[in-house]
């Protein structure tokens, strides 16, 4: 699908200030919306939005398609009566800088569960209606995914493939039997989910308002630790007696990592998901749309080919290149939902069977401008080498240091060719530059993350991938939204032609 000549800002919610320990989808996150507006941005890009487990990634998560209950603002419950001010005063002091997932875990739940004990009580009748609306529209996930949810904590957070045999496999009598013990905690699970919903659909209706398309990110694979791979084992590579991942999903080794980077996601059984005519990615991507206005797909070359790894290797060294359905998919996808509003991340080593899979459904692919200056005048992330505006540019992406950090931790060797190709600086820092520079470059879409809006170093970085500690958990401060970088932000989109004005 074609882009128009747009900018806008990368930023997880979970980064937004609050009072509760975690970003949400409450009042900092619309105040966040008309700061996009008023600098003249028009795209705002999230990572997953779904239920993070084991790391707090939200590449990790129990569901493709669940919401993820952190996001849920107490505010918003308060003002649906659902909280009293009492239940939301003498809250735990948190930092305003960092997340702690573990307290904050804590408290949500403790907010959610009266939250729905409340509703129980004294919903009226317009909100249970909308309540099972939504438990009807989405029970094609919703039933197996607070069924899982409720079955994780009845197992003290043990992964299915841990629990007895017959309600791992899914036996009729043992789901008759958990359904009924459960059916307290299966119900609170759905009613966190309809909250979620309310909220994200209400802002997202306000962004839409505001010219602000809200930009998703799919992860290619799932957790085996989810609803997903213990609902559908019939479309996972896993093992037959232990319900482990018999081939493990994962990267060979290049010039970043000599033993290649081994993520343990369970690969899919893509023959029979073709025999399905792709069903549940139909529905997966279907449930994304619901949600978003673009998506990225991550890792976008392993629906080309993928590189496979048997279990029980510790790294990703021994592996294997496996042919992936891609035009068949998105072929079959295109059939039942029309032309896909999808960016490719296309990173890392692309051969030319991947190229030819983004091109032929004319999906964007991305350029990164901290990987352009260290290989001479042909590097392709080089802004003059952008073969059309087809592209998505950014300084750098959430896996990335910051630019300041990046910028300084170069030689001076590797800092004096990036600004003798800059030609002179914009005299407000490093960031600022490589924020003009994607600006100016034909790219139709150019994607800052908010820690180089701010001029922020090493210590704002979101994630260092292959590190499981400290990732996910950088939060910005209201005060930090300047009229300075305000001003600085619209002039320079101003300039280059991205703002909404400048194309009608």
């Not at 529209?137 to 957070?157: I, Q, R, S």
């Not at 791979?229 to 896993?238: G, R």
């Not at 290149?321 to 079959?332: D, R």
């Not at 994607?447 to 260092?464: C, H, K, W």
């Amino acid at each position: 699908m074609p882009l128009s000549r747009a900018s806008g800002i990368l930023l997880h919610p979970t980064s937004f200030p609050s009072r509760f320990g975690i970003g949400d989808l409450g009042h900092e996150a619309y105040n966040f919306v008309n700061f996009l507006r008023d600098t003249g941005q028009q795209i705002w890009q999230v990572l997953p939005l779904g239920p993070t487990g084991f790391g707090n990634s939200p590449y990790l998560a129990y569901s493709a398609m669940a919401g993820n209950p952190l996001l849920i603002s107490p505010d918003k419950l308060r003002d649906q009566g659902l909280l009293s001010d009492h239940d939301l005063s003498n809250l735990p002091e948190f930092s305003r800088d960092k997340v702690d997932f573990d307290r904050v875990r804590e408290l949500k739940r403790s907010l959610l569960k009266k939250a729905y004990q409340n509703f129980k009580n004294n919903a009226q009748e317009a909100q249970q209606q909308a309540f099972q609306e939504l438990c009807s529209t989405k029970a094609f996930w919703l039933d197996d995914y607070a069924l899982y949810m409720a079955l994780g904590e009845a197992h003290e957070g043990a992964s299915w493939h841990t629990w007895d045999e017959d309600i791992a496999r899914r036996q009729p009598a043992a789901l008759e039997e958990w359904q009924q013990r459960l059916a307290d905690e299966i119900e609170y699970h759905k009613f966190i989910q309809f909250q979620f919903f309310q909220q994200w659909d209400d802002l997202k209706v306000y962004a839409n308002e505001q010219g602000i398309q809200i930009f998703g990110d799919l992860p290619i694979y799932v957790s085996h630790d989810s609803a997903d791979v213990w609902a559908h084992p019939e479309i996972f590579c896993l093992d037959a007696e232990t319900g482990e991942a018999a081939l493990m999903a994962g990267v060979p080794p290049d010039y970043f990592s000599e033993t290649g980077q081994l993520w343990g996601n369970p690969v899919y059984k893509w023959d029979r998901l073709e025999q399905e005519d792709f069903l549940w990615w139909v529905q997966r991507i279907q449930s994304m749309l619901n949600k978003v206005d673009w998506m990225r797909i991550d890792h976008f070359r392993g629906l080309s080919a993928y590189w496979a790894v048997a279990k029980g290797e510790t790294t990703a060294m021994n592996g294997e290149w496996i042919q992936a359905p891609g035009e068949a998919l998105f072929k079959t996808i295109n059939e039942k939902l029309g032309q896909l509003p999808i960016i490719a991340e296309d990173l890392g080593t692309i051969t030319p069977d991947v190229e030819e899979l983004r091109d032929k459904f004319e999906f964007p692919g991305m350029k990164i401008l901290h990987f352009a200056f260290d290989s001479g005048r042909e590097n392709p992330y080089l802004p003059y080498n952008y073969n059309s505006s087809n592209w998505v540019v950014y300084t750098g992406t959430h896996d990335n240091n910051t630019t300041v950090g990046w910028f300084n931790n170069r030689s001076d060797e590797e800092k004096e060719r990036v600004t003798r190709f800059l030609g002179g600086s914009w005299g407000h820092g490093i960031h600022w530059d490589l924020i003009r520079l994607a600006m100016s470059s034909v790219a139709s879409m150019a994607i800052f993350p908010l820690q180089d809006i701010l001029g922020f170093g090493s210590e704002a970085l979101m994630n260092t991938p292959s590190t499981s500690d400290g990732n996910w958990s950088w939060r910005y401060q209201s005060h930090m939204l300047t009229d300075e970088v305000r001003d600085r932000l619209r002039t320079v989109t101003e300039i280059y032609g991205r703002t909404p004005e400048n194309w009608g």
